[in-house]
């Protein structure tokens, strides 16, 4: 099989199957007296499985998850494909905390506090960040806290209070700042929880399109592997047209 037949069963170009060869993303490539290389069916097993893997995990992660295989390193491909589903149950944990406290805090008027508002240092403990990040969230306009007339002291009120935790959650989540400030802001706007309830079914589709794609580059991975090591010549994927 030439590379330019390996690219086209899968829509690549032939460069391109060139250089995945070269990364180790592939197995061994004999080649001809000429030099050209000689793919087998093998070898587009093997770029199923890469392609495969790298809608779920990121290039790089499944590049150097087939070129841990190549050198008989399966330990070390497990063990990023194992982290891969830890981080997406970590996440799922956090979307439910957010969910969580997105239902308490905005589905409803938040509930006056006790007291005075609190100080920087108060919302820093109460939210368990440091002071300084409170002040990046102001500047990000994640948060507008009120100011003391006479000290110009920082006070967060109820609201502030809801914003504080709610980026803290998107945070966690691994949202950037620009992102929890855009959400913070649909949500003065909105006043409802249809943001919200929009927001997170979205969230949940992305976590269900990584655990599916996951699946899917484990599978093609697996195959790749029962076909590698029982010596076997799986068929080709037909041609797309």
């Known amino acids: 099989m030439r590379p330019v037949d390996l690219a086209r069963e899968h829509g690549l170009s032939a460069q391109a199957v060139r250089?995945?060869?070269?990364?180790?993303?592939?197995?061994?490539?004999?080649?001809?007296a000429v030099g050209y290389r000689r793919y087998t069916p093998l070898h587009a097993q093997a770029l199923r499985a890469f392609l495969g893997l790298r809608t779920g995990h990121g290039?790089?992660?499944?590049?150097?998850?087939?070129?841990?295989?190549?050198?008989?390193?399966?330990?070390?491909?497990?063990?990023r494909i194992d982290a891969a589903h830890?981080?997406?149950?970590?996440e799922r944990a956090t979307r439910a905390e957010v969910a969580t406290a997105l239902?308490?805090?905005?589905g409803s008027p938040p509930t006056p506090l006790a007291g005075p508002a609190l100080t920087v240092g108060e919302l820093a403990r109460r939210i368990g960040v440091h002071p300084a990040t409170l002040r990046t969230w102001e500047a990000a306009d994640i948060l507008r806290p009120e100011r003391d007339r006479s000290?110009?002291?920082r006070h967060y009120g109820p609201e502030?209070?809801?914003d504080a935790e709610i980026a803290r959650q998107l945070r966690r989540g691994g949202y950037g700042l620009s992102q929890v400030a855009q959400f913070v802001a649909r949500l003065r706007a909105a006043g409802g929880p249809e943001v919200l309830s929009a927001f997170l079914d979205a969230w949940q589709e992305r976590l269900v399109a990584r655990s599916r794609n996951l699946l899917a580059g484990a599978a093609q991975l697996d195959a790749y592997l029962t076909a590698r090591d029982a010596g076997m010549v799986i068929p080709p994927a037909p041609s797309k047209v």
């Open 19 to 32: 250089n995945y060869d070269d990364a180790g993303v592939l197995p061994p490539t004999d080649r001809t």
């Open 59 to 79: 290039h790089q992660a499944a590049a150097a998850i087939m070129r841990a295989i190549h050198r008989d390193d399966p330990e070390s491909a497990f063990r």
């Open 86 to 90: 830890a981080d997406l149950l970590d």
């Open 103 to 106: 239902g308490t805090l905005s």
């Open 151 to 153: 000290t110009g002291y």
């Open 160 to 162: 502030a209070v809801r």
